[in-house]
């Protein structure tokens, strides 16, 4: 069945540093792919997505690229502030749009100032 | 911008009682999800809901679950006797149409004691 394997967390930061979440999937198919970030007390924001291969979704500085090859879908931000402070969860929705999505265990992230 | 509202944002049963969990899908919506997220693991899907009917349902969707759309704009969730490890958030999710991305509320926090 499908699943979505995600890098342990917690993950601490300065302001400013370099962020990298890694996030590899297993699915049959040709899967959507998504990243989606949880601020404290809040729900599920989706981030971006992208939907094939060698696509880059993009928001808010956040960057991912789905490789197919690598079967991955590695979350970047080139600086991170404190107000990214959140949970980032990495997902994939097999073909079959309708679907439910498949989550991954979450990455809790701290920027400190 | 459009919300899906859950409520109540915290409710605390005793097991074996009965709960009703409630969500307002945005209007124009025409699929609706259930998931929950066990504190530390992954969000986990429940069930999914299209046409007046079910769609699909996870293994955790067993006979003590129910979901329903009574009035054309609350999605319930309802579980029957309640069990301690039915202690999650339960998040609810809509979308407009297959391809288009999921909007979240921001969860249920459910407790049994």
């Known amino acids: 069945g499908d699943s979505v394997t995600q890098m342990e967390g917690p993950v601490t930061l300065s302001e400013e540093a370099f962020l990298t979440i890694n996030c590899t999937y297993t699915a049959t198919g040709y899967p959507s792919l998504f990243w989606y970030v949880q601020y404290p007390g809040e729900g599920l924001q989706l981030l971006l997505k992208a939907t094939k291969a060698d696509d880059k979704g993009s928001n808010k500085g956040f960057e991912a690229t789905y490789r197919k090859e690598t079967t991955s879908f590695h979350l970047e931000k080139g600086s991170v502030q404190v107000s990214d402070s959140a949970v980032y969860f990495c997902a994939l929705r097999s073909s079959g749009s309708a679907r439910q999505l498949t989550f991954g265990s979450g990455t809790q992230l701290t920027v400190l100032p | 911008e459009p919300e899906v509202t859950q409520t109540p944002s915290h409710q605390v049963t005793q097991m074996g009682q009965e709960v009703i969990l409630r969500c307002v899908p945005i209007?124009?919506?025409?699929?609706f999800y259930w998931y929950r997220q066990i504190l530390g693991q992954k969000v986990e899907f429940l069930v999914s809901f299209y046409n007046n009917e079910i769609s699909e349902k996870s293994e955790i969707f067993d006979d003590q679950f129910s979901v329903e759309r009574p009035d054309g704009s609350n999605f319930t969730l309802k579980i029957r006797s309640t069990k301690l490890e039915d202690s999650a958030m339960y998040f609810c999710?809509?979308?407009?149409?297959?391809?288009?991305?999921?909007?979240f509320g921001s969860g249920t926090r459910l407790t049994v004691v």
């Open positions: 209007s124009n919506h025409l699929y």
């Open positions: 999710a809509s979308k407009a149409e297959q391809g288009q991305s999921d909007t």
